[in-house]
């Protein structure tokens, strides 16, 4: 697998997930609060760090709709789940904002503190910019919409704007990062909300052919890892679309799947955001999510499925894994069908820990899991999602670059449509050819020859996410 290069672009999507992560850890907490402190650390350095590899002494991020730019470039991956950072700029009137090279922690925290929380009535970006300036805080600017199109952006150079998938995917985020903040909080969280969002998950995954699927593969390190859900979600969707038509089954399951790991919200910030490994009594503290979270939802009337789900995603299928129970425990098959979607997304995601993995080595891990998952589920799941899955890029052995819409017959031979020449030259939206792979028509020249790493196209608008 090629290893991914460190664009500038990569960087200011690390910068901008530690500052929404920070931003919630803010809005639960303040902006003192050690873990947020710690993260706040991280961004002064990694600003230092993507300020010195551009060579300009600040950075500016503009908002354009639900979008998130950068030096004329659409920042997709980040945007994804930026939503709260873009909502809190949005309700201060502000275009974007300028952090120099020299922004203190102090800086940095005032700024958090400016944008968490309800807006205050009266409250735009010239009072924040002149609260900012009163600390003596002149490295953070929050911009005027007048300066649109002066050193930030150029709207009419950002050709792309969020896709309709893209636009479901951060909406979903976004609801799950509210629902942290309502938990945290200790306010009760509106699980219609879900409910309603995961029917429009399910309509998209019905009218367009995987576009939810490819964002189900779609890398992401994002704040919370909020998206780890929704990715399960659409997995479970997928994998329950085989198994049955029952939409108001499909659904349940999605939400069940949407609101798994819920319990996390009650879980120390510090365990939760821990980049480091956990010591066993701080794992012990996480794997409590799974009780809490079904305790949760449990006194807010959630749906019986959803409450099984959070549960006992983490049980094994007849003893072991947690939370323990006195009693004999069987997991219901949508428990089955949530907890091996987890485990698939977790392993194949990646997390600032560790790589993530490609699929096949994923399903080898998980094959060897003995007593863990049902193994038919398994099998069909592996079947559904296949070797190369919806929204993996690879190459032909022709040279052409391919995305993967869905899967055949044939575990190794998906549907794909060629987005490149055989010499890598971008074809033109009307030019892409969608060709099963596993067609006898098709050409040996025209198999698979391997996967291209997802970053480095990550960011590109061509993908039309
Ligand atoms: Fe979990
Ligand atoms: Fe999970």
């Excluded at 003192?32 to 961004?43: A, F, G, I, R, Y």
């Excluded at 300036?133 to 952006?153: A, E, N, R, T, Y």
């Excluded at 807010?300 to 006992?312: E, I, K, M, N, Q």
């Amino acid at each position: 697998m090629p290893v991914a290069k460190k664009s500038s672009t990569r960087t200011v999507t690390a910068l901008i997930d530690e500052l929404v992560s920070a931003l919630l850890g803010t809005d639960v907490h303040h902006s003192n609060h050690p873990q947020v402190q710690e993260t706040v650390d991280s961004l002064q350095h990694q600003l230092l760090d993507l300020t010195h590899q551009l060579g300009q002494d600040s950075l500016c991020l503009a908002v354009l709709d639900d979008l998130l730019v950068f030096q004329d470039k659409p920042l997709l991956s980040a945007s994804l789940s930026a939503s709260r950072l873009i909502r809190s700029l949005g309700n201060l009137g502000a275009s974007g904002l300028e952090l120099h090279a020299g922004a203190t922690k102090e800086h940095i925290s005032s700024l958090l503190e400016a944008l968490a929380g309800p807006r205050v009535s009266g409250q735009d970006f010239r009072s924040v910019n002149a609260l900012l300036s009163g600390q003596g805080c002149v490295d953070i600017k929050l911009h005027d919409p007048l300066s649109l199109g002066d050193k930030d952006v150029k709207p009419e150079a950002v050709s792309s704007t969020l896709g309709p998938a893209a636009r479901v995917y951060q909406t979903g985020i976004a609801i799950l990062q509210d629902m942290t903040v309502d938990i945290g909080l200790g306010r009760r969280i509106s699980l219609d909300m879900v409910r309603n969002h995961v029917e429009r998950m399910y309509e998209l995954m019905q009218t367009q052919d995987g576009p939810l699927m490819n964002l189900a593969s779609y890398e992401q390190d994002d704040a919370f890892t909020l998206g780890h859900s929704v990715r399960v979600t659409v997995l479970a969707m997928n994998l329950a679309c085989t198994m049955t038509e029952d939409v108001e089954t499909i659904v349940r399951l999605g939400n069940a799947a949407m609101l798994h790991d819920v319990g996390k919200a009650l879980i120390p910030l510090e365990l939760v955001l821990s980049r480091a490994a956990l010591e066993e009594d701080e794992l012990i503290e996480v794997q409590k999510h799974a009780e809490k979270g079904g305790e949760m939802l449990m006194d807010h009337g959630a749906d019986p499925l959803a409450v099984t789900v959070a549960f006992g995603h983490h049980r094994l299928r007849h003893e072991g894994g947690y939370p323990h129970t006195r009693h004999k425990y069987m997991p219901s098959t949508g428990t089955e069908i949530v907890k091996i979607c987890d485990v698939f997304e977790a392993l194949t995601a990646n997390r600032p820990y560790r790589p993530r993995m490609l699929p096949p080595d994923a399903y080898r891990v998980m094959l060897g899991m003995k007593g863990h998952f049902d193994q038919h589920l398994l099998r069909c799941f592996i079947q559904r999602t296949g070797l190369f899955p919806a929204g993996q890029i690879i190459q032909l052995k022709s040279g052409e670059i391919a995305r993967v819409i869905k899967q055949s017959n044939s575990l190794d031979e998906p549907v794909v449509e060629i987005l490149t020449s055989p010499g890598g030259d971008q074809l033109s939206e009307s030019d892409h050819q969608i060709l099963d792979l596993s067609a006898p028509s098709v050409e040996e020249v025209r198999k698979v020859e391997g996967v291209v790493d997802l970053p480095e196209v990550a960011d590109d608008p061509n993908l039309n996410l």
